[in-house]
């Protein structure tokens, strides 16, 4: 059974900072394109970012230049950091593994962990 286990999450003022991980085995880690994702209240998920296999990355727009994603090969994680956050940050954070082209979706994913930005 794959296993996705987020952690870092927890409640920062405006303008601080937060590191998210995500610990997957050494297959999944391996193999797999692997993203974050949020749900704010009221709101769709919605995509952060995502890193491939060879390490290109790419953000939505609304955290460009302020989360960035990373992997820790020694570890088999994968990260990100969230500088300069914003109220409008605050959601549910979901780590996500394994990219199926025909379901257009991610295979698997992690059970979510709260961040929440206060003014």
């Known amino acids: 059974q794959v296993q996705l286990v987020e952690s870092g999450g927890g409640s920062v003022q405006a303008g601080g900072s937060l590191k998210l991980s995500c610990a997957t085995s050494?297959?999944?880690?391996?193999?797999?394109?692997m993203a974050w994702y949020r749900q704010a209240p009221g709101k769709e998920r919605e995509l952060v970012s995502q890193?491939?296999?060879?390490?290109?990355?790419s953000y939505a727009d609304s955290v460009k230049g302020r989360f960035t994603i990373s992997q820790d090969n020694t570890k088999n994680t994968l990260n990100l950091q969230m500088d300069s956050l914003k109220t409008e940050d605050t959601a549910v954070y979901y780590c996500?593994?394994?990219?199926?082209?025909?379901?257009?979706?991610?295979?698997?994913w992690g059970q979510g962990i709260q961040v929440t930005v206060s003014s």
């Open positions: 996500a593994a394994c990219w199926s082209a025909g379901r257009s979706s991610y295979n698997y």
């Open positions: 050494r297959v999944i880690f391996s193999k797999c394109r």
């Open positions: 890193i491939s296999r060879a390490g290109t990355t």
